[in-house]
């Protein structure tokens, strides 16, 4: 029981931490993305 209990707490906590990383990540890209794509498609 202990080795399951172990792998879905570690799963949940990575889930968790991904669940919050992932929009960050996803604005960061898109604030450094919407620049590039603008001066793109104003040439």
């Known amino acids: 029981l202990v080795g ?3 792998v879905g707490g570690v ?3 990575l889930g968790y931490r991904a669940s919050l990383l992932l ?3 996803a604005l ?3 604030a450094f993305l919407a620049p590039a794509l603008r ?3 104003v040439r």
């Open 4 to 6: 399951p209990v172990l």
């Open 23 to 25: 929009p960050a990540a």
């Open 11 to 13: 799963a949940d906590a």
């Open 28 to 30: 960061l890209l898109a």
């Open 39 to 41: 001066s793109s498609s």
